[in-house]
């Protein structure tokens, strides 16, 4: 289990990706090569609930989902989806993304409208 580094600091890590009707994209998370970040809550926002998760892997190309496009996360099953930053879903273990790494979410709207999906990532954020 990856613990907390003292020596970081809390930081936000943050995309969006505008999505056309029923298109897909993806959100990129990236951490310079000097340093690296411990990510312990999740959240999502979107303009609309209407959205889908389809992968969600590391530079290595590492799942940290089984989901796909026949059996996505749907944007409803994340706390907070449509609300101002209300509700953070914790991690179990902190994901951690090392330095030059980047964690991609593959995102797809189901709204059949233009649909801006955003992600941030609570944590800890150190120099090496």
């Not at 613990?3 to 897909?24: C, N």
């Amino acid at each position: 289990m990856n613990s907390l580094p003292e020596d970081g600091r809390p930081y936000f890590l943050t995309d969006s990706v505008t999505l056309a009707a029923s298109t897909a994209g993806t959100l990129s998370l990236e951490i310079g090569t000097g340093e690296e970040f411990y990510a312990t809550h999740v959240m999502f926002a979107a303009t609309s609930v209407a959205f889908s998760v389809t992968s969600m892997v590391d530079e290595s190309n590492i799942p940290f989902t089984n989901a796909d496009a026949d059996d996505p996360l749907t944007g409803s099953m994340f706390p907070g989806t449509n609300t101002s930053l209300q509700e953070w879903l914790a991690l179990p273990t902190p994901l951690k993304i090392e330095g030059g790494g980047k964690l991609s979410i593959n995102v797809t709207d189901t709204s059949a409208s233009q649909n801006i999906v955003r992600v941030v990532l609570l944590g800890v954020r150190r120099v090496i």
